[in-house]
């Protein structure tokens, strides 16, 4: 419970020392996690632990390869193209690697729409390339680390950067909990409009293993950040269920804790997996948003042992 206490306030701290700066939206890594709505901070126990929570490797699968493509419609009425995600990642508990693709809108500061009063908005596209460690502290609590390149490329601007997000992770025999920091260092990039800034995020969560069973997810988002249409701070709660020996099902649901125009905007998420051969693992999950909110799917494989 300590533990607990420690990692809550930690991201706290953190949350106040983070400002607001011109920030960014894209798919989330790892079509497991979005199938949960993103509760997956306190879980992260596969190669997708070097996006949630690089800590989350000590305590995962002894070797874990996750690829998949995750693509998010933007709610009708914004002028924004389709936004896409490209993931891979390889896991074990000392080390892991990614690349991650991602497209997301050059978004104005203070959550102003983009291109409100320029018509479409600019696109960026960041290329990240990432190296994972991660360290046990003492038995059920690790700390992990992962120091990224970030290619970032935007009509005829470009620009690399370097950054590092940093987690946490307490576990037990049955409850884990966990806190990320992504973004640490909040690097720039290059665009049309001017410099872009990948704005630092701090998020904890917490899970419960019911019966070896049934997962359920917690996380918040102690920061907010500027998305297409307004502020957004979000907060979910997911599920994942294991019925058959070789399938799994998974849902969730996140919503906007910031106010203002974006407020009534949760998302629900579906998703599943099933073992087509040994260890190998399909995964699929779609998204659908409210008026205001996302909708979207993403397909993907997944290797544990």
């Known amino acids: 419970m300590r533990t607990f206490a420690v990692i809550f306030w930690c991201g706290a701290v953190l949350a106040a020392a983070s400002s607001a700066a011109t920030a960014q939206g894209a798919p989330p890594a790892g079509v497991r996690a979005a199938g949960m709505a993103g509760a997956f901070v306190g879980v992260a126990d596969d190669a997708s632990a070097v996006y949630w929570n690089p800590a989350g490797l000590a305590s995962g699968a002894f070797f874990s390869l996750v690829l998949d493509r995750s ?24 080390l892991g690697v990614t690349y ?39 038995e059920g609590l690790a700390v992990g680390a992962t120091v990224k390149a970030i290619r970032g490329i935007a009509a005829d601007a470009s620009k690399t950067a370097f950054d590092a997000d940093i987690g946490v992770m307490a576990s037990g025999s049955v409850a884990r909990a966990g806190l990320v920091v992504r973004n640490a260092f909040e690097p720039e990039l290059s665009s049309g409009q001017g410099p872009v800034r990948l704005e630092r995020s701090v998020r904890g969560g917490v899970s419960l293993l019911i019966r070896e069973m049934v997962r359920l997810a917690a996380d918040a988002d102690f920061t907010t950040a500027d998305v297409a249409g307004g502020r957004w701070r979000d907060a979910a709660v997911g599920a994942e269920v294991h019925p058959l020996a070789r399938a799994w099902v998974r849902s969730g649901i996140h919503w906007n804790t910031a106010g203002g125009p974006l407020t009534a905007a949760p998302v629900v998420a579906v998703g599943g997996s ?12 779609v998204s659908v948003g409210s008026k205001n909110g996302n909708r979207g799917w993403g397909a993907g494989l997944r290797y544990n042992f």
């Not at 693509?71 to 896991?91: H, K, N, Y």
């Not at 960041?126 to 460690?133: C, K, N, P």
């Open 100 to 138: 991650y693709r991602t497209t997301f809108p050059v978004v104005p500061r203070h959550g102003s729409v983009p291109g409100e009063q320029q018509g479409r908005p600019e696109m960026l596209v960041a290329h990240q390339f990432g190296v994972t460690v991660d360290q046990s502290l003492h």
């Open 274 to 285: 099933a073992a087509v051969y040994g260890s190998l693992l399909v995964d699929a999950q």
């Open 71 to 94: 693509t998010v419609q933007p709610p009708p009425g914004q002028d924004t193209p389709d936004l896409s995600a490209t993931f891979v990642a390889i896991g074990t508990p000392p």
